[in-house]
């Protein structure tokens, strides 16, 4: 089953968003498999943001994601990767669709509440980079039957 990364980051927390969040992504159907509330160390967030070192963010961005803590989780059901993202909405605020989060609580780019891995490649090495293998719970759902299947 597919699996993605997700962080509430540090603007979510501060503005009790944490289970606003969680709530769209449990009543969507995915189910949770890892969860952990942490502060995140400078070294932890430039591994994380790697891909963007060099831009003209970057420095804001490593400080906003260390600014205060974050709730790092793992979500999976079918598709999860694309799944979340939708959920998410555009990374930038006026150009995330009615309905998302970012969307309904944010309005910069800069302040965007959330990550979630932009591919399943991504998402295994965020899982890796943010959790051991033993804080991911493989686990039997009891609705599991009636929100995975296709047929
Ligand atoms: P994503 O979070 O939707 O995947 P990315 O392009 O991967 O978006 O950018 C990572 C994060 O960097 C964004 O979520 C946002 O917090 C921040 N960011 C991206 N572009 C800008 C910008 O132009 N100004 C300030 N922050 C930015
Ligand atoms: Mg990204």
Do not use: C
């Not at 979510?12 to 189910?31: M, P, T």
């Not at 965007?112 to 932009?118: I, V």
């Amino acid at each position: 089953m597919e699996r993605t990364f997700v962080l509430v980051k540090p603007d979510g927390v501060q503005r009790g968003l944490i289970g606003e969040i969680i709530a769209r992504l449990e009543g969507r159907g995915l189910k949770l498999v890892a969860a952990k509330f942490m502060a995140v160390s400078k070294e932890l967030a430039e591994r994380h943001y790697a891909i963007h070192k060099g831009k003209s963010f970057y420095d804001g961005l490593i400080r906003y994601i260390t600014s205060a803590p974050v709730m790092a989780m793992v979500w999976e059901g079918p598709n999860a990767v694309a799944l979340v993202r939708q959920t998410m909405g555009a990374t930038r605020p006026h150009e995330a669709a009615p309905g998302t989060i970012r969307h309904d609580f944010a309005l910069t780019v800069g302040r965007n509440l959330t990550h979630a891995s932009d591919s399943v490649e991504n998402g295994i090495k965020e899982i890796e980079l943010w959790f051991s293998p033993g804080e991911l719970v493989a686990w039997v759902r009891a609705s599991d039957e009636w929100i995975f299947e296709d047929n």
